[in-house]
Structure formats: structure tokens, C-alpha cells
């Protein structure tokens, strides 16, 4: 059974910094791109890294700077490294899984989400 | 980055209506197009991708059409399980983004 089990979240003041963690069990973690979503107020969803099974990272302008995805494959984990955080970035973060079929990308499982509240 | 923009925000059904929601891309997606349901308190869950393919395990009241930069969900007749909000999401660009989602209420 495929789990993904984010933590990491909670309350953080604004200028600082928090580490999520994702860890993956009941597939082969290395085969497959992994993402971080975020959704925020008003319950929008915003795409927010990615990281390719070569360890190829992208990210939106909104956190590129700020925020760094990185990968553990011999700990079946990904992590999102998140600086200078802002209020804006107050969110539901969750990692989610990537399946390619046919040259198409989409997100075939995702995690519960951890809550990050950036607030003073 | 690309828009996408889903039709109507919020919509009122009766259990056994045909319930259908739409998505407009800024540009051609080509087939690039994924639809997601969410409950409240839960993670987004795989409908459909690739515009019109079922995730498995999903009911084939579920379906979804278009290519290019129309792309529409159609629910054949509504269950109470499927009250939720729906999102669509565009893979198509190096930037991923997601429709604002429809929620769907109970009349």
C-alpha cells in the first residue's frame, strides 16, 4: 500500500525558516518525481517544487530563493528546506507523488498535509 | 504561466443529476489535464488525467473530455459521496498550476 507521510509543520514567525519531511513507503521511492503542494487560504492549490529522479529541482518565482526540495532515496524521503518565510507561504503543504503515462505528468497519490502557519 | 479557469465556482445538485464542470487553459494544453476531487479535511484524490482516462478504482459515473484548452468533468448522476470541491490542473508547461476549484453542494 502506498503511504506518504508529510510532518515537519507548525507555527514559525515570519524571516524564519522550517524543514518538511515526507516519507514514502509500499513502492519504489527512487522511480519517481516527487512535488510539494501547497493550499492556502480560500482552499487554492499552488504548485511549489519539484524534483526529478535525477535530482533536476524546479520551482514557481513565488519561493524560488527561498525554497530548496531535496530527495533521501536510501530513506524513501523528500524534504522541503523553506527560508525567509512569509505570511503569504501560510499553508497546507503536501508532498505528492508524480506518474508519467504516455508523456503525461500527473499526481497519482499525495499525503495528508502539514499545516505551516508563518504569524508573528 | 498558464491559467487555468474552472467553471462555476460553486454549484447546487440533487442526488442522481448529471453534474457537469468545466476548465479553460490560457492556451492549448494539449491533453495535459488532470482532475482531482478533495473532501474537506482530506488530500486531493486522482480522478482522471490525461483528459479523459479514469484513475482506477474511480467511478465510471466519473469521465472527462476536451484537449486543446476546453476541457470538461462530467459526473452521469450524482452520488452523495461526491459532494466535494473539484479541481483541474494543468501539466503541460515547466510550471504546474491548478484551476480554483468547484464545489459541489447538496440542493
Known amino acids: 500500500e502506498v503511504q506518504l507521510v508529510e510532518s515537519g509543520g507548525g507555527l514559525v514567525q515570519p524571516g524564519g525558516s522550517l524543514r518538511l519531511s515526507c516519507a514514502a513507503s509500499?513502492?519504489?521511492?527512487?522511480?519517481?518525481?516527487w512535488h510539494w503542494v501547497r493550499q492556502v487560504t480560500g482552499n487554492v492549490l499552488e504548485w511549489v517544487s519539484a524534483?526529478?529522479?535525477?535530482?533536476?529541482?524546479y520551482y514557481p518565482d513565488s519561493v524560488k530563493g527561498r525554497f530548496t526540495i531535496s530527495r533521501e532515496n536510501a530513506k524513501n524521503a523528500v524534504y522541503l528546506q523553506m527560508n525567509s518565510l512569509r505570511a503569504g507561504d501560510t499553508a497546507i503543504y503536501y508532498c505528492?507523488?508524480?506518474?508519467?503515462?504516455?508523456?503525461?505528468?500527473?499526481?497519482?497519490?499525495w499525503g495528508q498535509g502539514t499545516l505551516v502557519t508563518v504569524s508573528s | 504561466d498558464i491559467q487555468m479557469t474552472q467553471s462555476p465556482s460553486s454549484l447546487s445538485a440533487s442526488v442522481g443529476d448529471r453534474v457537469t464542470i468545466t476548465c479553460r487553459a490560457s492556451?492549448?494544453?494539449?491533453?495535459?489535464l488532470n482532475w482531482y476531487q478533495q473532501k474537506p479535511g482530506k488530500a486531493p484524490k486522482l480522478l482522471i488525467y490525461?483528459?479523459?482516462n479514469l484513475q482506477g478504482g474511480v467511478p465510471s459515473r466519473f469521465s472527462g473530455s476536451g484537449s486543446g484548452a476546453d476541457f470538461t468533468l462530467t459526473i452521469s448522476s450524482l452520488q452523495p459521496e461526491d459532494f466535494a470541491t473539484y479541481y483541474c490542473?494543468?501539466?503541460?508547461?515547466?510550471?504546474?498550476?491548478f484551476g480554483q476549484g468547484t464545489k459541489v453542494e447538496i440542493k
Open positions: 505528492a507523488r508524480v506518474k508519467v503515462e504516455g508523456g503525461i505528468w500527473y499526481f497519482d497519490y
Open positions: 509500499g513502492f519504489t521511492f527512487s522511480s519517481y518525481d
Open positions: 524534483i526529478g529522479i535525477a535530482g533536476d529541482t
Open positions: 492556451q492549448s494544453i494539449s491533453s495535459k
Open positions: 490525461a483528459a479523459s
Open positions: 490542473h494543468q501539466s503541460y508547461g515547466s510550471t504546474w498550476t
